[in-house]
């Protein structure tokens, strides 16, 4: 349940996301299993484009191999295949956001047995979210640019960071968007909480060097351990 999750999210310091086929268009199940086995620790299964069962075979498949899996909540039955779910930003789209018919993050919240993970694009988005109860945000992007959303930048990121654990916040503050390993591993170092990863593990590699790439980014978690 999510006393249990809660208890080793404090610990989480990368977080992975699948792409959806809109990226790749292949059976990802086996670099899951190698990631797994490799000791990635979290992933967020986003996927919305699954038949219900299939998106459940895949939730069903991570869990055996990798700690906590989440799913992304753009799915209609996000809710019924986990107890843990990742929201896309409630606060920067047009419309109804994708999330599994509720129409407030406090309900969203409610209705959360487990973890809730919510995207944010600007600082103030992300203390939003930690008011309403998330237990996690992803705030992108830090580096590359976006179409919608302007560059938060490593002091930007930084800072928000420092004011979540200046009010002794429980909500965790993952950075994520354009960087390389050798970027977010200098994010952690200056006291960030941890980086979430999508297009740089998955786009355009196939899953050998998906892997040498994940593993890279496991290198950055280790060298962060050792200044510490």
């Given at each position: 349940?999510?006393?249990?999750?809660?208890?080793?999210?404090?610990?989480?310091?990368?977080?992975?996301?699948?792409?959806?086929?809109?990226?790749?268009?292949?059976?990802?199940?086996?670099?899951?299993?190698?990631?797994?086995?490799?000791?990635?620790?979290?992933?967020?299964?986003?996927?919305?484009?699954?038949?219900?069962?299939?998106?459940?075979?895949?939730?069903?498949?991570?869990?055996?191999?990798?700690?906590?899996?989440?799913?992304?909540?753009?799915?209609?039955?996000?809710f019924?295949?986990?107890?843990?779910?990742?929201?896309?930003?409630?606060?920067?789209?047009?419309?109804?956001?994708?999330?599994?018919?509720?129409?407030?993050?406090?309900?969203?919240?409610?209705?959360?047995?487990?973890?809730?993970?919510?995207?944010?694009?600007?600082?103030?988005?992300?203390?939003?979210?930690?008011?309403?109860?998330?237990?996690?945000?992803?705030?992108?992007?830090?580096?590359?640019?976006?179409?919608?959303?302007?560059?938060?930048?490593?002091?930007?990121?930084?800072?928000?960071?420092?004011t979540?654990?200046?009010?002794?916040?429980?909500?965790?503050?993952?950075?994520?968007?354009?960087?390389?390993?050798?970027?977010?591993?200098?994010?952690?170092?200056?006291?960030?909480?941890?980086?979430a990863?999508?297009?740089?593990?998955?786009?355009?590699?196939?899953?050998?060097?998906?892997?040498?790439r994940?593993?890279?980014?496991?290198?950055?978690?280790?060298?962060?351990?050792k200044?510490?």
């Amino acid at each position: 349940g999510r006393c249990l999750a809660m208890a080793a999210l404090p610990r989480l310091r990368l977080l992975l996301s699948t792409p959806g086929n809109h990226i790749v268009k292949r059976d990802i199940r086996p670099l899951i299993k190698k990631m797994g086995e490799s000791g990635l620790e979290a992933i967020v299964i986003r996927e919305p484009h699954l038949p219900s069962e299939e998106l459940k075979g895949l939730f069903d498949f991570a869990r055996l191999h990798i700690p906590l899996v989440i799913c992304h909540s753009k799915h209609a039955d996000a809710f019924r295949i986990s107890e843990h779910v990742h929201a896309p930003s409630p606060f920067s789209q047009g419309g109804a956001p994708g999330w599994a018919g509720f129409e407030k993050l406090a309900e969203l919240r409610e209705n959360c047995r487990g973890i809730l993970g919510v995207s944010c694009h600007t600082p103030s988005e992300a203390a939003k979210a930690a008011t309403a109860g998330a237990d996690y945000v992803t705030l992108a992007p830090i580096w590359n640019t976006h179409k919608s959303y302007p560059i938060i930048g490593f002091d930007g990121y930084l800072e928000t960071c420092k004011t979540f654990q200046t009010k002794d916040s429980k909500c965790l503050c993952l950075a994520q968007g354009g960087g390389t390993p050798s970027q977010f591993s200098g994010l952690l170092i200056a006291g960030g909480d941890g980086i979430a990863v999508m297009g740089d593990i998955f786009t355009d590699r196939d899953d050998e060097e998906a892997l040498l790439r994940f593993t890279e980014y496991q290198q950055c978690l280790d060298l962060e351990s050792k200044k510490n």
